[in-house]
């Protein structure tokens, strides 16, 4: 079975300033998904950056970016000119790939994010 | 708007009570879950369906039982609740296809239950 784990249950970062969030996977599979999920106080779930397997360049999302490491099975999302609106929870998550519906979305326990004024 | 609306949003009852959640998706999606989010804010999946047909049903206890009238329904019902159902419930849609897997899943908003 899939796990996510991420190391750092809680982090912080002053405002305008960047920070690394961590994220090591294990899968015996070699195409899937990536994910990196906010949850802001209010539980909304929201999709900030994705990563397809096969594909080798790092995705960039405005501010957020990642750094794949498919070899060793690490996706880190890095986080620049931070915000105090990027105060969150932060999921990482893996998605295998499958017939409709078995495409299921394994979480990482979450690292909550400070970001200080 | 083209969302997954989850109904109600907070749901306080006490132990031994039966209750609904409700969802639906209006993006045409072809796959719902539902996620559970513990105390320490761990998701886990409980199920997924895919056009009305169960996929994926995790270790849960029995007394939970999902319904999907369409496609565009998921509903969840938890008979004889007990202390530990209290959680936030999420309902989450996708879509099939090949690469669409990429797009991740729309979550909505969560229903926080409370069980007394």
């Known amino acids: 079975a899939q796990t996510v784990t991420q190391s750092q249950p809680e982090m912080s970062v002053q405002e305008a300033e960047t920070v690394t969030l961590s994220c090591t996977y294990d899968t015996s599979e070699s195409n899937y998904y990536l994910f990196w999920y906010k949850q802001p106080p209010s539980r909304q779930m929201i999709l900030v950056i994705r990563?397809?397997?096969?594909?080798?360049q790092n995705a960039t999302e405005n501010r957020f970016s990642v750094n794949f490491q498919k070899a060793a099975k690490s996706f880190s999302l890095k986080i620049s000119d931070s915000q105090l609106g990027d105060t969150a929870m932060y999921f990482c998550a893996f998605m295998n790939l499958g017939p409709g519906g078995s495409e299921k979305l394994v979480f990482g326990k979450g690292t909550k994010l400070t970001v200080n004024p | 708007d083209t969302a997954v609306s989850q109904t109600p949003k907070y749901l306080v009852t006490q132990m031994g009570n039966d209750k609904s959640i409700k969802c639906e998706q209006n993006?045409?999606?072809?796959?719902m879950y539902w996620y559970k989010q513990d105390s320490k804010k761990f998701l886990k999946i409980m199920f997924s369906y895919n056009n009305k047909e169960l996929i994926i049903n995790e270790t849960v206890p029995n007394r939970f039982s999902p319904k999907s009238p369409d496609k565009a329904h998921l509903n969840l019902h938890i008979n004889s609740l007990e202390l530990g159902d209290s959680a936030v419930y999420f309902c989450?849609?996708?879509?099939?296809?090949?690469?669409?897997?990429?797009?991740?899943?729309?979550f909505g908003s969560g229903t926080r239950l409370t069980v007394v």
């Open positions: 990563q397809e397997a096969y594909k080798q």
């Open positions: 989450a849609s996708s879509q099939d296809g090949p690469g669409q897997g990429m797009y991740g899943y729309t």
């Open positions: 993006l045409g999606h072809d796959t």
